[in-house]
């Protein structure tokens, strides 16, 4: 996965993916405005991509196939 954060403080920026259960499947610290997450090694199925920089928390579900 590709981000675009142009718009966001990415000095205490934290990017996790969830599964379906809210289990941390994954999680970094980034200092990017355009990160790349790996999503290679996930099976397919529903998750939700959560990011967090300061008070501020963004959640978006995507599906793996």
Not at 15 to 41: A, C, F, M, W
Not at 42 to 56: C, D, N, T
Request: a positive charge; glycine letters at 4%.
């Amino acid at each position: 996965i590709s981000l675009d954060l142009k718009n966001l403080d990415v000095n205490d920026l934290f990017v996790s993916i969830l599964d379906q259960n809210g289990k941390i499947i994954k999680k970094q610290k980034t200092h990017s405005s355009s990160p790349i997450i790996s999503i290679s090694e996930l099976p397919a199925g529903v998750y939700m991509l959560q990011i967090r920089s300061g008070m501020h928390t963004l959640s978006k579900h995507f599906l793996k196939e």
